[in-house]
């Protein structure tokens, strides 16, 4: 019994909380955002475009400073952080999927992922490589490979980190629907085999519905819809 309590208050405790995170450009995008995301849980972010969500994950993910609020991971507030510790969380802990690939041109897939293995002393997993259905392009170069395998060979090299926490913007945008469920579904799994997070921007409502909690951001609020 002890050891399933003490399993339990594992999973309660938060990867990352988000308090009060308000931030404008020459107009108020959103303000009094807070958010906090548990181990083996997937939260999706909806929204009309243009609402803010890509620059909401941003701010999540460390990429952009908000004008006021918090993001506290692993205790403390990221945004107070030295530049060179807030590199090695974004370099091992925080897994970001882009819309845009950011793969090396001059490299083949291989050579890609090869890169994400060094940086993180991870080993690349040939299973993860068969799930996304990219191991038989792994010789090829990035400029050969299709937009949708451009996109799996991104996801996989993110997940070759083995971050605590996904962001991912727009996932699956250039995947068509049975591989976008395919490649979901290897997030979902990563997530719930590694004690994971995943926030998640989507307009895809079928993928929002698969995750845990749903938000929609609306009129500089989040609001929450599951």
């Known amino acids: 019994m002890k050891n399933s309590n003490q399993a339990n208050s594992s999973l309660n405790t938060y990867l990352l909380e988000i308090k009060n995170i308000s931030h404008n450009f020459d107009y108020p995008l959103f303000e009094n955002i807070n958010l906090t995301l548990k181990k083996q849980q ?9 609402s803010g969500k890509s620059t909401l994950l941003n701010i999540f993910c460390s990429l952009l400073k908000p004008h006021s609020g918090e993001i506290i991971y692993n205790k403390q507030n990221i945004f107070n952080l030295s530049k060179k510790n807030l590199l090695s969380i974004r370099r091992k802990d925080f897994g970001i999927i882009f819309q845009a690939h950011y793969l090396f041109r001059g490299f083949d897939a291989n ?3 090869e890169i994400a293995s060094l940086l993180t002393n991870n080993t690349v997993d040939s299973r993860l490589l068969e799930k996304l259905k990219i191991d038989h392009v792994m010789t090829q170069g990035v400029g050969e490979l299709s937009g949708g395998q451009q996109q799996r060979l991104s996801i996989a090299r993110v997940l070759t980190k083995k971050p605590k926490i996904i962001f991912a913007d727009e996932p699956t945008g ?5 591989t976008s469920i395919e490649v979901m579904d290897v997030l979902f799994d990563y997530v719930k085999q590694n004690n994971a997070g995943m926030i998640l921007v989507t307009h895809e409502q079928e993928i929002a519905q698969k995750c845990d909690k749903i938000y929609r951001l609306n009129e500089n609020k989040l609001e929450e819809l599951k």
Do not use: F, R
Not at 42 to 50: K, L, Y
Not at 174 to 178: A, S
């Open 111 to 113: 050579e890609n992922l």
């Open 42 to 50: 997937t939260i999706a972010i909806v929204g009309i475009s243009g």
């Open 174 to 178: 250039n995947l068509d629907k049975k």
